[in-house]
C-alpha cells in the first residue's frame, strides 16, 4: 500500500530550473533512502540522485553532478530534485524511488522496491 507520486513536471527552456518533488504515503513505512532515475525514448533508465533518510548523504549521477540537488523533508515524507541550468540533454521522465533500507543511497534500480508513475521533463527552445 506504499505509494510514490511524483509532480512538478513541465515544459522548460534551456537554462531553465525546475524543481522536482515527490511524496510517499501509506502502508508502515517507516525511514528509507530516496531516489531519482530518469528514462528518455531510446535510451536506457539512468540514475540520477539518491539520498538517505538521514539526508546527510547523497549521491549524484556524472550528468547531473553540479546541476541538481536532492533534498528531503522528512516531517512531510517528501523528497526533492531541484533542477538547474537545464539542457534537451535532461528531456526525459523522471521517477521517484523508495528504498526500505533508509541507511545507504543505492544508485540500481534493484535497490528501490517502490516506484511513482513517473513525471515528464522536457527542456525545448
Known amino acids: 500500500q506504499v505509494r510514490v507520486v511524483e509532480s512538478g513536471g513541465g515544459l522548460v527552456q534551456p537554462g531553465d530550473s525546475l524543481r522536482l518533488s515527490c511524496t510517499v504515503s501509506g502502508g508502515s513505512f517507516g525511514g528509507y533512502a530516496m531516489g531519482w532515475f530518469r528514462q528518455a525514448p531510446g535510451k536506457e533508465r539512468e540514475f540520477v540522485a539518491a539520498i538517505a533518510w538521514s539526508g546527510d548523504r547523497t549521491f549524484y549521477g556524472d550528468s547531473v553532478k553540479g546541476r541538481f540537488t536532492i533534498s528531503r523533508d522528512n516531517a512531510k515524507n517528501e523528497v526533492y530534485l531541484q533542477m538547474s541550468n537545464l539542457t534537451p540533454d535532461d528531456t526525459a521522465t523522471y521517477y521517484c524511488?523508495?528504498?526500505?533500507?533508509?541507511?545507504?543511497?543505492?544508485?540500481?534500480?534493484?535497490?528501490?522496491?517502490?516506484w511513482g508513475q513517473g513525471t515528464q521533463v522536457t527542456v525545448s527552445s
Open positions: 524511488a523508495a528504498d526500505p533500507n533508509p541507511t545507504t543511497p543505492q544508485t540500481k534500480e534493484v535497490y528501490y522496491d517502490f
